[in-house]
């Protein structure tokens, strides 16, 4: 067996024949010419001729994965009318006497060092466009046909990087899995196996031997499995049968509403951690994020994430999730998710000790850049702010006076925000609990911890593994706990939701409903066994 360590970009189970695909080459030789003008006019030509196979390509995209992932055909389409781009083939054409195949391909490796070269991760991965666009206009001039998948049965595609439009090209029931040495997550190429529902892979280190063998692709653990042996194969094969299931459902089910027989709706968003979990938001059709546990950003760092990084950050996830709601939980830190650079003091018992929202309100310095990134981003989307482990209204009224020196000081700098973001507190300590009627008047909305609030109900450490078999967040006294929240949500017109793992819990949905719990917030592949339940649900 051997396993291939890379990097997914879109996770899956992918098990058959490896098909490394060997391109159509596209070097080209440098001949001297001495007619400029008539070369010139051949690049033209081409250019037509390309951005006539382009606008095909686009259309078959809008197809297969719609308008968004079909996009980049449009923009190489713009990118082959790109004055700076045709200026630079006819001057090479002019003053060197060569033929446009030649200055084709320089003019195209010199656009993609040039991108490879910037700093912004977005315009680098567009050095893989120029240069498919480049490819594209030589083949077109030397007459050489497309780059296709040649391969009877469905297959492993391996390949040194994929081109968008190759991607997009290749007849999609033939192709289980893409495999490249090269390429970034952020590529469009990425995007569209995301897209397309397939399990890719990045960063494998093949050769030319594996051609034709059996392998795994494990997307999950950016993995590629070479001659498996029987018991791997067999637990792949398990868990591949599971995803199927899984996304029969999903095609069952998406698009569809969160409502019972009745008409009655539910809210059902999911929870991230960071902004590589978008992906599965989408594809498992949460109708937005309930819970995005920001301080994996901190934990993913040796360093305090700047407001800049945390700003970039958010905005892309608003962005990404197009006017869906976004809510992201403020800083929690503490208990089991300690941090170096924070230097706290050792606790004798930290799930009750210096955490979340008490480490914010104590260091407002730290809390304040964390707002200040929240407010500038939520001009690109709809977020919402959520602060955690409140036990009281002191602690809600010292929150809204930071927020308001953060708003007073982006208008002093004439920087954007949005100035009704909705702001709402998590309910995961009894204390919470019992003054909700207190903090609803306080308050947007409120999101329930169960995870914490069975730990603090229970006087059950969350973290102790001896204490599994007692730690019940089916316990009445936080079902009834639920039932108050909400109770005391809806006399102050606001909404209550659950995004502890305990919302996900299928066998309680109903009950949930019942109670008048407005949403649900669970992990992305919860989402569609959720609905079905609610959907079945009189
Ligand atoms: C919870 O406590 O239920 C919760 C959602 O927060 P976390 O699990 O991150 O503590
Ligand atoms: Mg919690």
Known sequence: MNVLEGKSVFSGIAIGKISILQKVDTSVKRVHIEDVEAETARVEQAKDTAVAQLQKLYEKAVQEVGESGAAIFEVHQMMLDDEDYLDSIRNIIHTESVNAEYAVATTGDNFATMFAEMDDDYMKARAADVKDISDRLVRVLSGSGDGDLEASEPVIVVAEDLA???????DKSKVLAFVTRKGSSNSHTAILARTMNIPALINIEYDDSMNGKMAIVDGKGGRLIIDSDAETLKKFED????????RAMLKELKGKATETKSGHKLHLYANIGSLSDVASVLTNDAEGIGLFRSEFIYLEKDNYPTEEEQFQIYKTVAQNMAGK???IRTLDIGADKQIDYFQMAHEENPAMGYRAIRICLDRPEVFKTQLRALFRASVFGNISIMYPMIISVTEVKQIKAIVEEVKKELTE???PFKEDVEQGVMIETPAAVMISDLLAKEVDFFSIGTNDLTQYTLAIDRQNAKLDNIYDSHHEAVLRM???VVENAHKEGIWAGICGELGADTTLTERFVKMGVDELSVSPT???????IVREMN
């Open 164 to 170: 968008p439009s190759e991607t997009v090209q290749m």
């Open 239 to 246: 868990m591949k049968e599971e995803e199927q299931r899984q």
């Open 325 to 327: 709601k976004v809510i």
């Open 413 to 415: 700098q004439g920087i």
């Open 482 to 484: 639920i039932q108050m």
């Open 526 to 532: 919860f989402v569609l066994p959720v609905r079905k």
